[in-house]
């Protein structure tokens, strides 16, 4: 007997994901956190605010259980101010899970996009196998595990009477790279970045975050060093991260570039790049005694020369920059196109909703180009 069967959708209400109260509220908490540069008094009166405004909690689970499961769960714990008062504070454990948050909400729209293939790790050419294993890793091609050695591991952990096999038990065996990536990534911090009300700052802290947790996790050999540039740069770690705030200050670009390229010359790779998240004009240079001299109205030829010369010193030791302009006035376009030109690297016009998708893409790219 045949059975016509008909296609067609059907509707159905929709059913929000099964989330504990805890995980509701955390993906705030740590959205907040980062807003607030990890301060956390500020960012759990903003959840109170957002509480009694959509009723994020209820009797059954409240705002003070949470704080409490914070507590519990190592993501904040008490301290002792300088001034003797007490109070709390986030953990390591909270800055590692802002970063993954970050990574999830940018990674998450380039998988949905379907551009770039950033599932599988691409073995690059003349990749050696040592012959030892390693533990699987986010990003390892399901090629790369070793199935003898893993099964092994599960007959262990888990006995044969009921076999089971769990990410804990996968082996991959390792290679060799040949070349790695270098990459510095500069972030603007100066006081443009917060101008007109809107912030510029919480979205580049986003990015950085979710760079350093992609390289970490994914690319392990790679190095990535970030620097922040504003009258002067200086390096910060990628636990610090989340503490970033712009400053009272103009935007020193050759600065930045200069501590860059110091950073890129004591690595062994060959394979070297800076990405440059920037929103205004350069308008500060330091002189060589140490002076300042700085003009906030337009583009002034002497700092922008300043500028050039350093873009043609990286081309000449082959160190792409790649300009991430997350402003979009005429003129900014005229000094960037100029930028790109003598150095030969590439730049992105972009708002902040696609600053971290661009990038990733970059990077992949560039791996793929660079990494032979």
């Given at each position: 007997?045949e ?13 929000a ?11 705030i908490?740590?959205e907040?956190?980062?807003?607030t ?11 109170r ?7 994020l ?18 993501y ?11 109070g709390?504070?986030i ?21 949905k996009?379907?551009?770039g293939?950033h ?9 050696e ?9 986010f990003g ?13 591991n ?12 769990t ?24 006081h443009?970045m917060?101008l ?13 975050m ?14 990535l ?8 740069a ?5 636990k ?9 200050y ?5 600065a ?8 890129l010359?004591?690595?062994r ?16 240079i330091?002189e ?21 010369a ?6 000449k030791?082959?160190?792409?920059i790649?300009?991430?302009m997350?402003?979009?006035?005429p ?36 791996r ?5």
């Amino acid at each position: 007997m045949e059975i016509n069967k008909r296609k067609g959708f059907i509707f159905r209400s929709y059913q929000a994901p099964d989330v504990s109260p805890f995980d509701k509220l955390f993906e705030i908490f740590t959205e907040l956190i980062t807003h607030t540069s990890g301060d956390l008094d500020e960012a759990l009166d903003w959840l109170r605010q957002l509480d009694e405004e959509y009723k994020l909690t209820d009797e059954n689970y409240t705002l003070d259980d949470f704080i409490e499961d914070l507590k519990k769960k190592g993501y904040i714990k008490d301290e002792t101010r300088e001034d003797g008062s007490g109070g709390l504070r986030i953990t390591a454990k909270t800055e590692r899970s802002i970063r993954q948050q970050a990574l999830n909400q940018i990674f998450g729209n380039l998988k949905k996009s379907g551009a770039g293939n950033h599932r599988t790790k691409q073995s690059g050419v003349g990749d050696e196998h040592t012959g030892e294993f390693r533990e699987y890793r986010f990003g390892d091609g399901l090629d790369k595990i070793a199935l003898t050695e893993s099964l092994k591991n599960a007959q262990i952990n888990h006995g044969t009477g009921d076999f089971r096999l769990t990410e804990d038990d996968l082996v991959v065996e390792d290679s060799q790279h040949k070349a790695q990536m270098s990459t510095v990534l500069m972030i603007d911090i100066s006081h443009s970045m917060i101008l007109y009300g809107e912030d510029r700052i919480t979205p580049a802290k986003k990015v950085a975050m979710a760079l350093a947790e992609l390289i970490t996790t994914r690319y392990p050999k790679d190095t990535l060093d970030i620097l922040v540039f504003g009258n002067d740069a200086w390096p910060v770690s990628i636990k610090d991260l989340p503490y970033l705030q712009v400053g009272p200050y103009h935007t020193n670009t050759v600065a930045g570039l200069q501590l860059a390229m110091d950073i890129l010359r004591r690595k062994r790779n060959t394979n070297k790049q800076i990405f440059m998240i920037t929103d205004g004009k350069p308008s500060c240079i330091r002189e060589q005694d140490g002076t300042y001299y700085m003009n906030s109205f337009g583009l002034d030829d002497y700092i922008v020369e300043k500028c050039y010369a350093m873009a043609r010193q990286a081309r000449k030791v082959h160190i792409p920059i790649t300009t991430f302009m997350i402003a979009n006035d005429p003129y900014l376009r005229q000094f960037v196109n100029h930028f790109t030109e003598a150095n030969q690297g590439k730049a992105f016009y972009t708002g902040l909703k696609g600053l971290g998708e661009m990038i990733f893409e970059d990077y992949e790219t560039n791996r793929k180009k660079r990494i032979k």
